[in-house]
Every structure is written in structure tokens, then in C-alpha cells.
């Protein structure tokens, strides 16, 4: 990774970065670990086909592909590497945010590592040290909760519509997790796409 496609991904918004020293930006490490794993070539899917390939990956079915662009969708799922998978979808799907809570945030969607213990069981001593999980507005989360901004806080936080499907979960833990959680939400996401 060079600093000539850092400066790009932040142009082109594919990594965000929440403020600036002067001329540099800050960025966070989780949200560069999230940018390098879903980096790839080629173009990215329409909308329609985001929602198709992780309907497929989620119960082996599809109402938004018919025929050959069904079969199609399925042998670019059955060939693709967790890292294309993810770039395909566009990453998270949404503006990424990571902030220190002040109090205890309650009434949120868990998403990424913070969702898939109902999916891969990960064997930890402890608590989390960090949360992920997923809002419609980042403007009124911030309004309604006590939050800091902080590139190193505990709190991760993507803007999207929720999104509650397998694959989405098993997506966001490659890109979000630590290297344990990604590579088994990696041997996830290959045998779903084996199996379709």
C-alpha cells in the first residue's frame, strides 16, 4: 500500500478519513485494515446484484436474478476470494465512524464481529474491546448519543440501512475483524459460495 493510493481511496471515497492535522488526514487503523481487505480490480456490482449475491450467500435463493444472470452471479460467487467478494460489494456499504462512547450506548444493531457469535463461535476470555455496529443517520446518532469522535475508540460505527443477513454479517467480520475473526468469517463466506 503507498501513500499515492491512500490519497486516491480518500478522493474517490472508498476510505474516509474523519479529520485533518493541517494538510494530512487521521485515519483509523480498523478503517484501513477494512479498505486493504476489500481492495481488488474490476468493477463493482450494481445494487441490485449487491443484494442478489448476498441473498444468494444467505439462503441459496434470489428473487432479483432470473436465468443466466442467475447462473452467472453464482459462478463469479463460487470463484471469488473473500477480498473480491467484499470489493464486488463495495466494502461496508456505508460511511464508516469509530468514536469513544461516553455512556453506555444501548438500542443499537450489532453488526461484523459484534453480530456473528450466532455464526462463528469465537472463542474469547472476556469482553470486547471494541463494538461495531450499524445506523441509518451518523448525523442523529451523534446528536441522541453521548459519543466522542476518536480514531482509537471503542465504538465502530457504519451508516447503511440494517442489514441482518448471514453474508452481511460474515462480510463485515472479514473487513472488521481482528485476524482470527476474519480469516473464519473468510472460511465462511468460501464454503456459502462453494455450496451455491
Request: charged share 30%; net charge positive; no cysteine.
Amino acid at each position: 500500500m503507498t501513500t499515492h493510493q491512500v490519497r486516491v481511496a480518500l478522493r474517490d471515497g472508498t476510505l474516509q478519513a474523519r479529520h485533518a492535522f493541517g494538510r494530512e488526514p487521521v485515519l483509523d487503523d480498523i478503517a484501513v485494515i477494512a479498505w486493504k481487505r476489500s481492495r481488488s480490480r474490476g468493477r463493482r456490482w450494481s445494487q441490485r446484484a449487491t443484494q442478489a449475491a448476498l441473498d444468494l450467500l444467505s439462503t441459496g435463493t434470489t428473487t432479483a436474478f432470473t436465468g443466466s444472470e442467475l447462473s452467472r452471479l453464482r459462478r463469479v460467487l463460487r470463484t471469488a476470494t473473500p477480498n473480491h467478494l467484499a470489493y464486488l460489494a463495495g466494502g461496508l456499504g456505508g460511511t464508516w465512524a469509530r468514536y469513544r462512547a461516553l455512556e453506555t450506548v444501548k438500542g443499537l444493531d450489532p453488526i461484523g464481529p459484534s453480530a456473528a457469535n450466532d455464526i462463528i463461535r469465537f472463542h474469547f476470555a472476556g469482553p470486547r474491546k471494541m463494538s461495531f455496529v450499524e445506523v441509518e443517520d451518523l448525523n442523529e446518532f451523534e446528536t441522541r448519543t453521548l459519543v466522542a469522535a476518536d480514531g482509537e475508540g471503542d465504538l465502530g460505527v457504519v451508516e447503511r440501512r440494517p442489514d441482518r443477513r448471514v453474508a452481511r454479517v460474515l462480510l463485515d467480520t472479514y473487513l472488521l475483524g481482528d485476524s482470527r475473526e476474519s480469516s473464519a468469517a473468510a472460511q465462511a463466506l468460501i464454503e456459502r459460495a462453494r455450496d451455491l
